[in-house]
């Protein structure tokens, strides 16, 4: 027993005075006098030597620990390695180096987050509240309160990020696909205040998120943003609806913009119209119409499914792309660069 550590610090010598450099130094230590060394292990050992010889073997075990730790001093030494120092650490610092100087200058918010705030303060100017709704939804108020019956292609499952499996699931939860969700929450809402019925006028925005599986191009993304508006009173007119979609316009797009709707159709309201918004993408095009999103008068169904007396109750509501109305004011002509924070684009806006 006593002979093999003699071997141990006769290898241990002969492989110090044949490492020439820090880094064989340092793979030295590790190997012999190290935490995980041949010495350590030596030392556990104990316990297969006969109990007699344990008292000499843990002495020249420790004899031989201290022996290899001064031979490693010495051989630093020799070597003019620092004491301490090992070959990963790097030079040292330099406080007195001048720092690096941060060019960008601070951060600012992002462009869509701009938008929203413009928007949300165009309209609140005309008297919307701002209202929220759950992203992830059900299909009771993406689209059965909205009266888009079963069969309606907007439900197709591969045109929506169900949650549930839509064939098993009673009331299938999933990412929203349109704000409109939030016109069906609010009526919801004012209807339980009033105690079952609707006592008083809404008028409300609702800027958000919305998903589709749509394969991104330079006009459509997965995820993009709304912003649902809705306005319930006493014989609301479409007259009504047009000249605060005109209002709005101008105040967002500056005096001269023009507002064009062209009759559509929307499970959600009757009549129905799609909004288009004069706009010049990029200064070297020329003007051109770009949809902005839909709007109409408020279906009764909706209305009767949200608790609310049509009878006594009309409105108008309408949904735009927010992206859309990014693109347009600031002449941006791929919506993925809304999305790809590039700080090249982002800075210019
Ligand atoms: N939700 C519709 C969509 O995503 C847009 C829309 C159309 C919203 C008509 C409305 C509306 O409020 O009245 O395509």
């Not at 297969?48 to 630093?76: H, I, K, M, T």
């Not at 999933?174 to 809404?202: D, K």
């Amino acid at each position: 027993m006593l002979e093999a550590l003699e071997q141990l610090g006769a290898s241990a010598r002969a492989e110090l005075a044949a490492a020439g450099d820090p880094a064989s130094l340092d793979a030295w230590k590790s190997a012999y006098i190290g935490p995980k060394g041949k010495v350590k292990a030596a030392l556990g050992n104990m316990k297969n030597v006969p109990a007699g010889d344990r008292p000499a073997y843990g002495a020249r075990v420790n004899a031989l620990s201290r022996e290899l730790e001064a031979a490693f001093g010495e051989r630093q030494a020799a070597l003019g390695v620092k004491a301490g120092a090992s070959a990963s650490s790097g030079p040292a610092l330099d406080a007195t180096e001048p720092g690096v100087m941060f060019t960008s200058g601070p951060g600012r918010q992002h462009i869509l987050t701009r938008v929203r705030d413009e928007l949300v303060e165009v309209f609140a100017r005309m008297g919307f509240a701002v209202a929220e709704g759950p992203e992830l939804e059900d299909d009771e108020h993406n689209f059965v309160k909205l009266n888009i019956p079963p069969s309606h292609p907007a439900r197709e499952p591969i045109d929506n990020f169900y949650v549930d499996d839509p064939a098993t699931t009673p009331r299938p939860r999933m990412l929203r696909s349109q704000t409109s969700t939030v016109q069906v929450r609010t009526m919801e809402r004012a209807v339980a205040a009033g105690g079952g019925e609707l006592r008083s006028p809404i008028r409300i925005i609702a800027p958000g998120r919305v998903y589709r599986p749509d394969a991104v191009d330079a006009t459509h993304s997965f995820m993009f943003h709304q912003i649902e508006g809705l306005y319930i009173d006493q014989q609301v007119s479409m007259a009504e609806l047009k000249t605060t979609l005109i209002q709005f316009a101008r105040a967002y797009f500056g005096p001269k913009a023009e507002v064009r709707l062209r009759p559509s159709f929307f499970p959600f309201t009757e009549p129905s119209a799609e909004v288009d918004m004069k706009v010049r993408l990029r200064p070297d095009l020329p003007e051109r119409w770009m949809e902005l999103g839909g709007c109409g008068l408020v279906h009764p169904r909706v209305l009767e499914m949200c608790g609310i007396d049509p009878a006594r109750w009309t409105g108008f509501a309408f949904g735009f792309g927010i992206e859309r109305l990014a693109m347009g004011k600031y002449g941006i002509p791929d919506i993925r660069m809304l999305f790809e924070n590039d700080l090249r684009f982002l800075k210019q806006i």
